[in-house]
């Protein structure tokens, strides 16, 4: 299973969680478990500046009115 934190565009306060299942990796790919994530002073920044900036075309979702905020983490190859 694969959970993803989904934020609004237009009001950063709303967010929700998206989970899909987890596909096939491909030969010349890996996956990470994430041992911890945090958003910070930057994930803010790249959120709310996302449209001026171009972020959000780097994080797209289903729902054009929804994106994804980069954060710094730590994981383990699986």
Do not use: E, Q
Not at 12 to 31: D, E, M
Request: aromatic share 12%; proline share 3%; glycine share 6%.
């Amino acid at each position: 299973m694969t959970s993803t934190l989904a934020v609004d565009r237009g009001d950063l306060h709303r967010t929700h969680w998206i989970c899909t299942a987890s596909v096939a990796v491909a030969a010349c790919a890996v996956r990470l478990t994430i041992d911890a994530f945090a958003l910070t002073s930057n994930s803010i920044t790249y959120a709310a500046f996302g449209d001026v900036m171009n972020c959000w075309k780097f994080f797209p979702t289903v729902d054009a009115r929804m994106s994804y905020a980069p954060v710094w983490g730590f994981g383990n190859v699986v």
